[in-house]
């Protein structure tokens, strides 16, 4: 007797063989992205399904209020933190699949990390130039190829004539700078920067961006900035909203050409969809329509409506 074949299920294989996985050719993958952590008798649920992808070489911003997840999120992106479920790949390293030796070389050779405490980013009793020599001393370089590479970080950062002081003759920017040609020094894929700007001024903090941003397009980095100012945000043209551990909202950033020649930003906001299908609305929309616990949904040709969950008769007498 012999065996029938299933042709519907020997085809539905071949179509997910042939379907694209979820972030192919993205330099970041988040995906239903879970961390909890435990205190005492109590569990945190830091990131709940969290989905994100991060293009080769994109410059974007990540923001959110205090306690949305975005520290958690950068902690597991920079090998600092394990995920407790989900699909986290930086560069093609499985962060939930490293062991501690591809975690110590994920650190040094794939990760470039800018803190917001200069402190932790330089050592105060070595110059410009040597602070951002010491990666490169502990990846074992050899002194010319580091004094070479130094030499045309510090050029990249614009601080070329500041490369024989220490930390205590520099500004709070200079600082900073110096930061980003550390973080840089052996050549990174990815740079991770939480609050580089927080303690700096405006005038300060455009200058850093505009480090950054060279990083980006010269280097070929993808730059991933954290945090909680919205202004800071301006700067990228990607910036991607973090609430209650999950994304909820990209705005992008485009530049137009009017008709007599003169440039516009345009800024769009869109609600993200998660690959769960799930939605945050904004929480003003919420407030506003006095939307609580269950919605109404409507299927439209071109859209779907959302409406509160109120008394047959009021829904009747809607638009």
Known sequence: MTD??????????????????FGSGSQIICDNLVKIYKVAELEVVALQGLDLLV?????IAIVGASGSGKSTLLNILG?????????????????????????????R????????????????????QENVELPMILDGMPSA??????????????????????PDRLSGGEQQRVAIAVALANAPEVLLADEPTGELDTATSHQIFEVLRSASVHLGVTVVVVTHDP??????????????????????????????????????????LDRAGRLQLPRDYVDTLEMERRVRLELESDHIGVWPDRPHAEQEDRP
């Open 4 to 21: 029938t074949l299933d042709f519907r299920s020997l085809a539905e294989r071949a179509a997910r063989a042939e379907r694209p996985q």
């Open 55 to 59: 293009a080769p070489g994109e410059l």
């Open 79 to 107: 090998g600092l933190d394990v995920p407790s479920a989900g699909r986290a790949i930086v560069a093609g390293y499985d962060l939930l699949n490293m062991d501690q030796t591809e975690r110590t070389r994920y650190r």
């Open 109 to 128: 050779q794939v990760i470039g990390f800018v803190w917001q405490q200069t402190a932790r980013n330089l050592l105060p009793y070595l110059t410009a």
């Open 145 to 166: 190829l580091r004094r070479e590479r130094s030499a045309e970080l510090l050029t990249l950062v614009g601080l070329a004539d500041r490369a024989s002081h220490r």
């Open 231 to 272: 202004l800071v945000s301006t700067q990228v043209n990607r910036t991607v909203a973090i609430r209650d551990g999950r994304t909820s909202s990209e705005t992008l950033r485009r530049i137009e050409v009017g008709e007599e020649g003169q440039h516009h930003v345009i800024a769009e906001e869109y609600a993200v």
